[in-house]
């Protein structure tokens, strides 16, 4: 079964940057649609960005103009890289692979923003 595994989560201040991956088993990247999603304390669970196969991306409005996701085929590897981070954006951030029914999810990296 496909493995996902981010990294990159840590504690950081207000404004500041944190870049996250996440890395796959195996060579999917390509015809999955992947996706960020983050779950803060005693909230729902909400989509952070994706990426279609194609290209084309989508961000949440709270993210927008401060995440950017990429993706690296030949490495297996979705980046979320996350300027100007807020303490709303606290949560523990998933890595998501999706293709019609299968969806494979990474166990999650810890984003903490405060001063």
């Known amino acids: 079964q496909v493995q996902l595994v981010e990294s990159g989560g840590d504690f950081v201040q207000p404004g500041g940057s944190l870049r996250l991956s996440c890395v796959g088993s195996?060579?999917?990247?390509?015809?999955?649609?992947m996706g960020w999603y983050r779950q803060a304390p005693g909230k729902e669970r909400e989509l952070v960005s994706n990426?279609?196969?194609?290209?084309?991306?989508h961000y949440a409005d709270s993210v927008k103009g401060r995440f950017t996701i990429s993706i690296d085929n030949p490495k297996n590897t979705v980046s979320l890289q996350m300027n100007s981070l807020k303490p709303e954006d606290t949560a523990v951030y998933y890595c998501?692979?999706?293709?019609?029914?299968?969806?494979?999810w990474g166990q999650g990296t810890q984003v903490t923003v405060s001063s």
């Open positions: 195996a060579a999917i990247f390509n015809i999955y649609n």
């Open positions: 990426i279609v196969s194609g290209g084309r991306t």
């Open positions: 998501n692979a999706q293709y019609g029914s299968i969806s494979f």
